[in-house]
């Protein structure tokens, strides 16, 4: 089993996308449910939008978190390297 250090955040990384892969999943399905639910049950008041929008607002912050704020993201590493480049112009 490899233990470096690249490879341990790799595997974290593989992990955080799994899990949003994951939680996405279970979001669909269980509103598809609820949407189902609230148009049988109750046709003329639209309740299923509530806890849709609710989640939704966590699925979206722990996709940011996954996908932006992600150790070696590459918007990150850009932003590095035109900070490095920069500070070496100063120089």
């Known amino acids: 089993m490899n233990t470096s250090p690249s490879y341990r955040n790799a595997r974290?990384?593989?992990?955080?996308?799994?899990g949003f892969g994951i939680h996405l999943g279970?979001?669909?399905l269980v509103n598809i449910g609820l949407v189902?639910?609230?148009f049988l049950a109750s046709?003329?008041?639209v309740w299923?939008?509530?806890p849709l929008f609710g989640w939704g607002i966590g699925l979206l912050f722990h996709g940011l978190g996954v996908f932006l704020h992600?150790?070696?993201?590459?918007?990150k590493?850009?932003?590095?390297?035109?900070?490095?480049?920069?500070?070496?112009?100063?120089e």
């Open 12 to 18: 974290r990384h593989v992990e955080r996308k799994l």
């Open 26 to 28: 279970v979001y669909v």
């Open 36 to 38: 189902l639910v609230n």
């Open 43 to 45: 046709p003329h008041k």
């Open 48 to 50: 299923a939008v509530w």
């Open 70 to 75: 992600a150790p070696g993201a590459a918007w």
């Open 77 to 90: 590493e850009r932003l590095i390297e035109h900070e490095m480049n920069k500070h070496r112009r100063l």
